[in-house]
Every structure is written in structure tokens, then in C-alpha cells.
T-cell receptor, first 116, second 116 residues
């Protein structure tokens, strides 16, 4: 069965600090996709990144970076020089790609508060 | 291009009533998924429709149903509402079919349902 664990329920940082959000997943499949979504107070889930299981290259997009390590089944997300606008709940999700894609399975989310 | 729209945004119903929520996907998207978000259970998959056919179903009772129309708009219905059905209901649309390995889901702002 697939499972996503985000052990950090809430994190609070001061503006300009770096912060890493942890994500650990479980799956029996060799082909799967991992995602990160951001949910601001408005409620809408905003897509941040998708990574397939065959691509372990880390990715950087501006202040955001992602570290995918299959050996530890982790897909961590780092925000560099955090800003108040980064305050939101962040979700990690997994989708297996067996016979057709399975639906997204989400972690419980990490609430990030960036204090000015 | 307009994003995913959901109506209504807020809804208050009484236990035992039934409710219908609507989702209009991004123009050209043919796949619509529904998720329920509660503080206790987090984000859980309800069902997915593609080309007017239900392709995947989550582990929810039969009181939860949905459908998709020829224009890809989707509705979900909850009959005999219970207090535990109070949640944020999120709809997501995707350009690709559920079997596509490339697909990305784009979420709407959600409908917040309160059952009293």
C-alpha cells in the first residue's frame, strides 16, 4: 500500500531563514510520481513540482529546491531565504503508475509560518 | 486561461439533507478528480471521472456519488449528510487521461461544506 508521511506538523521560522520540509513515502511499485503542493489560506492547492521515480536529479527553481533520494524513500523540499508569502500548508503526495495512474495519496501536510 | 472553478464556495446544510457540488475544469481538460479534506483525515481521494466515466473510486460510502457531463463539468452529490461530512471538497482537473504518466492535476479553490 502506498503511504506518505510528513512528520513535521508545524514549522515556524523567521524571514530569510532556510527551511526544509520532510517527506517520506512508501510504495511497492518501481514506477511512481511524487508531488509537492502548496495550500495558502485561500484553500486552493497550488502545484509546485512533479518528480518521477526514475529521475533522482535534484531540482532547483528559484528559492525552492527538492532533494529526491530513493535509498531513503524521501523527497524533501527546501525553501531558501524564506519570505512571509511562503506561509502556507505544504503537502507531499504520491501516485503509483501501475495499471493506469492511481489517485494522489497525500501526506498530512506541514504548516509553515514565516515570521517577519 | 481560467482555472478550475467550483461552486458554491461555501455551503451550510443540516444533517440528513443532501447536497450537490459543481466543478468546471480548465478548458480542454477531460479528467476531473474529487478530494475531501478534513483536519482529522487530511486529503482523501473520492473519485475520478474521464470522458463521462468513473475511472477510480476511493474508499467512501455510497452516499457519495458523482458524475461528469459531456462538457467535462462534474458534480458530486452527498446524500443523507452526516456531521462528519463537514469538509473542504476539492476538485482537480487534468488534461491527460488517468492512465497517462505525464499528467498533472490542477486544483480549484474548493467548496467548504458545513453540516449542522
Amino acid at each position: 500500500a502506498q503511504k506518505v508521511t510528513q512528520a513535521q506538523t508545524e514549522i515556524s521560522v523567521v524571514e530569510k531563514e532556510d527551511v526544509t520540509l520532510d517527506c517520506v513515502y512508501e510504495t511497492r511499485d518501481t514506477t511512481y510520481y511524487l508531488f509537492w503542493y502548496k495550500q495558502p489560506p485561500s484553500g486552493e492547492l497550488v502545484f509546485l513540482i512533479r518528480r518521477n521515480s526514475f529521475d533522482e536529479q535534484n531540482e532547483i527553481s528559484g528559492r525552492y529546491s527538492w532533494n529526491f533520494q530513493k535509498s531513503t524513500s524521501s523527497f524533501n523540499f527546501t525553501i531558501t531565504a524564506s519570505q512571509v508569502v511562503d506561509s502556507a500548508v505544504y503537502f507531499c503526495a504520491l501516485s503509483e503508475a501501475r495499471i493506469g495512474n492511481t489517485p494522489l495519496v497525500f501526506g498530512k501536510g506541514t504548516r509553515l509560518s514565516v515570521i517577519a | 486561461k481560467a482555472g478550475v472553478t467550483q461552486t458554491p464556495r461555501y455551503l451550510i446544510k443540516t444533517r440528513g439533507q443532501q447536497v450537490t457540488l459543481s466543478c468546471s475544469p480548465i478548458s480542454g481538460h477531460r479528467s476531473v478528480s474529487w478530494y475531501q479534506q478534513t483536519p482529522g483525515q487530511g486529503l482523501q481521494f473520492l473519485f475520478e471521472y474521464f470522458s463521462e466515466t468513473q475511472r477510480n473510486k476511493g474508499n467512501f460510502p455510497g452516499r457519495f456519488s458523482g458524475r461528469q457531463f459531456s462538457n467535462s463539468r462534474s458534480e458530486m452529490n452527498v446524500s443523507t449528510l452526516e456531521l462528519g461530512d463537514s469538509a473542504l471538497y476539492l476538485c482537480a482537473s487534468s488534461l491527460d487521461a488517468p492512465t497517462s504518466l505525464r499528467r498533472e492535476q490542477y486544483f480549484g479553490p474548493g467548496t467548504r461544506l458545513t453540516v449542522t
